[in-house]
């Protein structure tokens, strides 16, 4: 059964640093390109980083040269480390497929894992 566990939130200062991971568990999320998402208070959710199987990177504008995605194909999991981070990267952060690496889309799939709160104060 598929499953996404993320986890290393957490409340920090303007400038320090954090590192999400996301354990997966299901056949689709070994092969396939991952990413990391994120949704603040009352706006829509964006992908701000994505991963294909091989190491093929693409971010979001917002977090170029600040986030950096990785993955582990033989543990199936996933990180995002996040530095320089800003109060406007406060949301809940969660992981998930990717449609498409070059417009990072988001698709509203019908499983999502519980997600990891990042809070970032000023």
């Known amino acids: 059964q598929a499953q996404l566990v993320e986890s290393g939130g957490g409340l920090v200062q303007a400038g320090g640093s954090l590192r999400l991971s996301c354990a997966a568990s299901g056949s689709s999320y070994s092969i396939n390109p991952m990413g990391w998402y994120r949704q603040a208070p009352g706006k829509q959710r964006e992908l701000v980083a994505a991963?294909?199987?091989?190491?093929?990177?693409n971010y979001a504008n917002s977090v170029k040269g600040r986030f950096t995605i990785s993955r582990d194909n033989a543990k199936n999991t996933v990180y995002l480390q996040m530095n320089s981070l800003k109060p406007e990267d406060t949301a809940v952060y969660y992981c998930n497929l990717v449609l498409s690496m070059a417009t990072m889309t988001v698709y509203d799939y019908n499983y999502w894992g519980q997600g990891t709160q990042v809070t970032v104060s000023s």
């Open positions: 991963i294909t199987r091989v190491g093929s990177t």
